[in-house]
């Protein structure tokens, strides 16, 4: 697994998440010259509108669904 940076990012609004993450994968793609494969997500309307779903899709990410406040299931400690 290549590591990369960590990142955080502080939004006014759930609708900002969709063109923070295009910017983001931008980043992490060339930092680690690998292709993000998988985004999980804890059921978070903001990743079903405004294209988002689409834009994985045509991008190749595989979104999963998470059940929220279950941190063991995406693999780190949160």
Not at 16 to 41: G, H, N, P, Q, Y
Not at 49 to 77: H, L, W
């Amino acid at each position: 697994m290549t590591s990369v940076g960590r990142y955080d990012y502080f939004l006014k609004n759930k609708s900002d998440v969709f063109e923070t993450f295009k910017k983001w994968k931008a980043i992490v793609e060339t930092e680690a010259s690998l292709k993000l494969k998988c985004l999980r997500s804890n059921h978070g309307g903001e990743y079903i509108d405004g294209g988002f779903k689409e834009y994985c899709a045509v991008n190749g990410i595989r979104m999963e669904k998470i059940i929220p406040s279950t941190p063991q299931q995406n693999g780190i400690a949160k």
